[in-house]
């Protein structure tokens, strides 16, 4: 269960090649710091036997305000579909943990988790074998978080 | 549409699935309804439900949607589906609809009033019947794969037989069996998608992982020698990769291990005897027998990168990976429920 010998994943045909277009065109400069990969591209790009991954691209995003989330009570969550790829995301506050008193405890973990997927995420190149070799960078979070949040996806 | 046989069997069927489940604190049967119905008097956790019970054989489209249009007008508090078999796109539209059902090949679902239930329970099947109808043996398998394969012109008897290297009265008895259950019409055209379910019940090909290195095996000598020349039966690719092929919504990486249906045994000792068994994590790719003939001898060209990426292999037809993928129920099924294949014919 890791990434590929230099450090890039190469993927294969069309549909990989309109990804990482995509991607690229809507999430924007991943060295940003202002995305994450979750769900089954994340752990396509930490796991070599992962199987069965779509092309949905799965998000946690930056929100702005430190707690901000937390104090109004609500989660950000949203969908949309530029290019036909089907992009879901999750928008999380920079949180100190004074921010999380008096929340239940699965809303604590829900926040906590996607923050520190977000902060604690790293950049994966992605090449693709497709006519004009599409290729690019994603943030992804870590191999464990990836799991963690799809271990359906793993033999 | 045959009910099934015997209300007090298929009653006692459901009971004992009930009783496995622990849904419910107390049940009675009430009254019959009618040859195919009865009413059963439930205690869930919090309160009492009466059950509208419908019986039948192989709950098809039509037949949940007469039970759906029964439901709306009745005041029961729930109506239970009960046959021998249920479908998976059936499953979903009584679902959708909020009703319940029990497969007595050993699923229980079961909602409403304070209840949820979903569970695998024993398998029940009810007493053989004389007349057996539904997918039959490897004749059965043959001719469904057959009529799916070109359903809006469907292939003779004969031809059916020839291509599957079976005799041309079992595939006729598999065409009967089909006919009686309602999955084939009288000229042969497959009811769509209800054999396709029906036909990934019954599909159930062994893949066996090998490591090595497949590209050095096919290069052994002349690879037509290994892979079968074009227009014959041999190696085809299936699985995920064929799928992305196909036009499935599927990401691969090039490390992925391809998939293929075999002709035979033999070709599967031969591979194994070169690349060695292997586990999951480390295979380099995955042999099985085709579970008909049809799997090796009706593969074709793709020209799709997501195919020619990983080597130049003849394809099987859209519905072979699409029987892989039916029979996983997650991921499998969503991936399924999306893709209309590039160039093929959806069936599901």
């Not at chain 2, 069996?177 to 084939?184: D, E, G, K, P």
Request: charged letters at 20%; aromatic letters at 6%; glycine letters at 8%.
């Amino acid at each position: 269960m890791s990434g590929s010998k230099d450090g890039t994943i190469h993927l294969v045909g069309v549909e990989a090649a309109r990804l990482v277009r995509s991607a690229a065109s809507t999430l924007g400069d991943p060295s940003s710091g202002r995305y994450a990969i979750i769900g089954g591209l994340a752990v396509l790009c930490r796991c070599e036997t992962a199987k069965r991954v779509t092309s949905d691209i799965d998000t946690v995003t930056a929100g702005l305000e430190r707690g901000a989330l937390v104090a109004e009570k609500m989660m950000i969550v949203g969908a949309g579909a530029p290019d036909d790829m089907k992009f879901d995301w999750i928008v999380t506050d920079p949180l100190e943990l004074a921010d999380l008193e008096g929340l239940p405890e699965k809303q604590q973990l829900f926040l906590a988790a996607h923050r520190w997927a977000l902060e604690s995420a790293g950049l994966v190149n992605v090449d693709v074998d497709y006519r004009d070799n599409p290729n690019g960078s994603l943030r992804s979070v870590t191999e464990s978080l990836a799991v963690a949040r799809a271990p359906h996806l793993l033999p | 549409m045959a009910v099934v046989q015997s209300v007090v069997e298929a009653k006692e069927s459901l009971f004992a699935a009930l009783r496995v489940s622990g849904a419910l604190t107390s049940f009675k049967l009430e009254d019959q309804l009618d040859s195919g119905s009865f009413s059963l008097q439930a205690q869930g956790q919090r309160r009492h439900v009466q059950f509208s019970v419908t019986l039948c054989s192989r709950a098809d489209s039509a037949f949940v949607g007469a039970v759906i249009s029964r439901s709306l007008q009745t005041s029961w508090d729930r109506v239970i589906v009960v046959a021998d078999r249920i479908p998976f796109d059936v499953r979903g539209a009584l679902g959708e609809a909020d009703i319940s059902w029990y497969d007595r090949r050993g699923h229980l679902h079961l909602t409403g009033q304070g209840i949820y239930i979903d569970v695998t329970v024993e398998p029940d099947p009810r007493s053989p019947t004389s007349t057996a109808e539904g997918i039959r043996g490897r004749s059965g398998l043959a001719y469904a794969t057959a009529v799916l394969l070109s359903p809006y012109d469907p292939p003779s008897l004969r031809a059916v037989a020839r291509a599957s290297e079976l005799s041309a009265p079992s595939i006729s008895t598999a065409a009967a069996a089909l006919r009686r259950a309602a999955l084939v019409s009288e000229e042969g055209r497959p009811l769509i998608p209800d054999l396709f379910w029906e036909l990934a019940d019954a599909w159930s090909p062994t893949f066996v992982h090998l490591g090595g290195d497949l590209t050095e095996f096919l290069h052994q000598g002349d690879v037509r020698d290994i892979l079968g020349e074009d227009g014959t039966p041999g190696w085809a690719l299936t699985g995920d990769i064929a799928a992305a092929g196909w036009g499935a919504k599927l990401i691969m990486r090039s490390t992925a291990a391809p998939a293929f249906y075999v002709p035979d045994l033999h070709t599967v000792r031969l591979a194994r005897r070169f690349l060695g068994d292997a586990t999951h994590e480390s295979h380099s790719c995955s042999l099985a027998v085709a579970p008909t003939p049809l799997a090796c001898s009706t593969r074709v060209t793709v020209s799709s990168a997501a195919v020619t990426g990983y080597g130049h292999f003849l394809v099987a037809p859209p519905l072979f990976p699409a029987l892989e993928l039916a029979g996983d129920s997650a991921r499998g099924r969503e991936i399924l429920s999306e893709w209309n294949p590039t160039g093929g014919v959806r069936v599901w």
